[in-house]
Nanobody, 120 residues
Framework: VQLQASGGGLVQPGGSLRLSCQPS????????LGWYRQAPGKQRELVAS???????NYADSVKGRFTISGDFTKNTVDLQMNSPRPEDTAVYYC???????????????WGQGTLVTVSS
């Protein structure tokens, strides 16, 4: 099963963009949906995540600007990006994860990445 991300592209600073992600097939179980990003020369970092219980977690740099939403019945996850900044430019990867006790990763699915470029 692969995740298919879409919605990336060129956006002006202060604009908006919505990323979407869906699986190519059925995923047995999941309890965390997330978006990560990797800028040139930098490590991949967590942008936002949401748990099956509805708890959302955001990187400090995107709080108040980005919103994550997900559907655990379909294992789809979206990222609404408002007021993006040039420093948000990166390849964005979606993630579907199943964790067990003590956050042990039992299953981990990744999208192929979608490029977001924030520039005027």
């Amino acid at each position: 099963v692969q995740l298919q991300a879409s919605g990336g592209g060129l956006v002006q600073p202060g604009g908006s963009l919505r990323l979407s992600c869906q699986p190519s097939g059925s995923i047995y179980a999941s309890n965390v949906l997330g978006w990560y990003r990797q800028a040139p020369g930098k490590q991949r970092e967590l942008v936002a995540s949401i748990t099956r219980g509805g708890v959302r977690n955001y990187a400090d740099s995107v709080k108040g600007r980005f919103t994550i939403s997900g559907d655990f019945t379909k294992n789809t996850v979206d990222l609404q990006m408002n007021s993006p900044r040039p420093e948000d430019t990166a390849v964005y990867y979606c993630n579907v994860r199943w964790t067990g006790p003590r956050s042990t990763v039992l299953a981990d699915y990744w999208g192929q990445g979608t490029l977001v470029t924030v520039s005027s």
